[in-house]
């Protein structure tokens, strides 16, 4: 990521928040990478269903650190 001219008003946010960005995109893709072992239909929507919780997370933290810039 490039470096900013000027620094972010709340540093400590944003760190947290890139941190939540990077550890839920490790996440994401673990479950996709189980999704096609998953056993059955149920265990498979159940993977799925936080898939989607985890980029709804996501999105909302990249939405964050938009407003902070």
Do not use: C, Y
Not at 1 to 24: H, I, Q
């Amino acid at each position: 990521m490039a470096d900013r001219f000027l620094p972010a008003d709340d540093p400590v946010l944003e760190e947290v928040l890139n941190w939540t960005v990077d550890r839920d995109a490790k996440d994401i893709r673990r479950l996709l990478q189980w999704l096609p072992q998953a056993r059955s239909s149920k265990e498979r929507r159940a993977l799925l269903s936080r898939v989607h919780e985890l980029l709804g997370e996501v999105e909302l933290s990249l939405n964050r650190l938009d407003s902070m810039h």
